[in-house]
């Protein structure tokens, strides 16, 4: 799997730093709103944070006394701390880690494996099964349970495990009749909802008593013009317009990111919970509509 994310990671356009200015200031802004209260702020966690082209890590961390940055793809992380001053590389701690638990199952390669001596569709339902089971048995990071004021997750809930699998699928859908792929996907939905809930009870164990916790996910592919936010802005009120955002995401949206956002919304305190949306000009072919949730734990309200 790693593979995978590495590629995501290398697939940037030389201008990406800079067209993602208003995005990483989006999220700055965020964070430093959702944690202006905390009485404390001696330590952060970044997860997702890869080559950090979605964070300003200067602005971010710079009050912290020591910051984790998590992600499968401990090179690109590397290259994003390699320019800091000392000071603040040295506040810093470099976790390599798999969020999904996958790769300790062998999980893709076993699934390929099953499409290509073409298993019934019961068959592949019946790995899947397993797979969570076995997934409900592994924990990571426990040594850092509790341990940070502030919790931040990039962008993941749309790359934790559904589009790999997909890809993996994609090659052998012909070798399936209509009802079996309808059984697979239903499988694969599954499984794509326990590996994000499993995710956000990670974001909730890595979280001290009174910690804050701060997600963003894409929620929506949109086209590179201005017609999206236009036709947003043209309702007179804002309940009118997030009723039209709503409206398009739940049509045409990723909904594994507002699976994953609904559930840790689930957890979060009603008061002081905060809901943001922006545009990521991701790429110059594809933007996305943008969401991002903040707030402490239900249990504390």
Not at 10 to 31: D, G, L
Not at 223 to 235: G, K, M, Q, W
Not at 248 to 256: A, L, Q, S, T
């Amino acid at each position: 799997m790693n593979g995978f994310y590495e590629q995501l990671n290398k697939e940037r356009e030389n201008n990406r730093w800079a067209e993602w200015e208003n995005h990483r200031s989006e999220i700055t802004n965020m964070v430093h709103l959702a944690t202006s209260q905390l009485p404390h702020q001696s330590s952060a966690i970044i997860l997702g944070a890869g080559n950090c082209d979605d964070l300003d890590l200067i602005s971010l961390i710079g009050n912290y006394d020591n910051v984790a940055l998590a992600d499968v793809d401990f090179s690109a992380m590397m290259d994003a701390v390699g320019p800091l001053e000392t000071i603040m590389r040295n506040k810093i701690d470099l976790i390599s880690i798999d969020f999904t638990k996958l790769d300790e199952i062998n999980f893709y390669r076993n699934l390929k494996d099953l499409f290509n001596k073409k298993v019934s569709a019961e068959h592949i339902v019946e790995f899947l099964k397993s797979c969570i089971t076995q997934l409900d048995e592994l924990q990571i990071l426990t040594h850092l349970k509790g341990k940070f004021q502030v919790v931040i997750s990039s962008a993941l809930y749309t790359q934790l495990f559904y589009m790999n699998a997909l890809q993996i699928f994609a090659p052998y859908v012909e070798g399936y009749k209509q009802e079996e792929i309808t059984t697979i996907m239903d499988g694969l939905l599954e499984m794509r909802n326990v590996v994000i809930q499993n995710y956000n009870d990670l974001l909730v164990d890595l979280a001290a008593p009174h910690a804050v916790i701060v997600v963003w996910s894409d929620v929506l592919k949109i086209s590179p013009d201005n017609r999206f936010l236009e036709t947003v802005n043209s309702f007179p009120s804002e309940s009118e317009r997030i009723q039209f955002i709503m409206n398009e995401v739940k049509r045409n949206g990723r909904m594994e990111g507002m699976f994953g956002l609904q559930d840790i919304q689930n957890r979060l305190a009603n008061k002081g919970r905060n809901f943001h949306y922006w545009i990521w000009p991701y790429s110059s072919k594809n933007h996305c509509l943008t969401f991002g949730i903040s707030g402490r734990l239900s249990s504390l309200e």
